[in-house]
């Protein structure tokens, strides 16, 4: 299920506001206004009637550069580029390296109820932390059942009808030195264009449920190194019956066949038959050390293929 990524202005001073030395200047009933978009905008020449560049649900950076030209402007200039500046509903407005604020500034941040803030860091300082803090928060997300480890350093999530092992494998591979990310929730987040960050909610972090033994707190059982609190979506691991993919999804040539696409990014998809006395934590590591090797350009398919050819060809 797709989840709608949002942040509040309110919620953005909260969490920044230390970090950044913010001070709220103007515009707090405006603390509501949402930002839905990963992008801060920090315009050259803004002011100077370039309304392309200004754009709704953004935050605006101004640097010194644009309060120089405010401050060259004559009243009714300065005036039109206030209301060029407010023609859109920004969701905030931040004025860095410490400049003064201008008062009628101040005044159309209060009239219109947009946040102003101030901060005597430098416009490029605050957009790396803005830009940063925005690409978490507002990243396309989305929830999978399944649970989530880090296997040999690749995140690798682990899907499969109720009861059909998943959490007894993932214990397994616990036992085996690697890693649990989170157990049945997985909330993952698009933070580059193809790539996928998985994580746990807070309220699951460290937990694994096992059918026989309950609810185990894997971080007291096992240390501080047996669980993560993140990782990048790389591989998937669905567990089958037999009957469920036939003679054909069994090809013994071609065990990663497939892919799988979450928010728009193709994730490579193992499927591994569940059958009585097949130790799935061997296969998992196997399937990821397959991976890691098809990404650095070797697949053992082709070479076999290849060898096979040669081997025609040598007795033709």
């Known amino acids: ?10 919620t953005l001073f909260r969490d920044m506001a230390e970090q950044l030395q913010l001070r709220w200047v103007g515009g707090r009933d405006g603390g509501g206004r949402t930002l839905s978009s990963e992008t801060v905008q920090k315009p050259t020449l803004a002011l100077i009637g370039h309304l392309n560049f200004v754009h709704p649900n953004r935050v605006q950076v101004l640097g ?44 159309t941040a209060e009239r219109t109820s947009t946040p102003l803030f101030s901060s005597p860091l430098a416009s490029p300082v605050l957009m790396s932390y803005l830009g940063h ?58 933070v580059a264009p193809q790539t996928l960050e998985g994580n746990c909610p807070p309220l699951l972090r ?60 193709d994730i490579p998809k193992v499927r591994i038959p569940v059958a009585a006395g097949r130790n799935l934590a061997v296969l998992v590591e196997v399937a990821v050390r397959n991976h890691i090797l098809k990404s650095r350009g070797i697949n053992p398919l082709d070479r076999f293929i290849q060898r096979q050819q040669a081997a025609i060809d040598g007795q033709n």
């Open 206 to 265: 460290d937990f694994l449920e096992v059918r026989g033994l309950g609810i185990l707190d894997i971080r007291t059982l096992f240390g501080e190194t047996a669980v993560k609190r993140s990782k990048n979506l790389k591989l998937i691991v669905e567990l089958v019956h037999p009957e469920e993919i036939g003679e054909v999804g069994l090809n013994r040539l071609d065990m990663v066949a497939s892919t799988e696409t979450i928010i728009g990014v």
């Open 1 to 10: 299920m797709d989840q709608l990524s949002q942040v509040s202005v309110e």
């Open 133 to 190: 803090y925005l690409t978490q928060h507002l990243a396309e997300a989305t929830a999978l059942h399944g649970v989530y480890l880090e296997v040999l350093g690749i995140g690798v999530l682990i899907k499969g009808n109720a009861g059909v092992g998943k959490s007894e494998l993932a214990l397994e591979l616990v036992t085996r030195g690697h890693r649990l990310v989170a157990d049945d929730y997985v909330e993952l987040k698009r």
């Open 64 to 107: 010194c550069a644009e309060m120089d030209y405010l401050r060259a402007l004559p009243p009714d200039g300065l005036a039109e580029a206030i209301r060029h500046l407010f023609s859109t509903e920004l969701a905030a407005i931040m004025i860095s390296n410490g400049e003064a604020v201008p008062e009628i500034l101040r005044e």
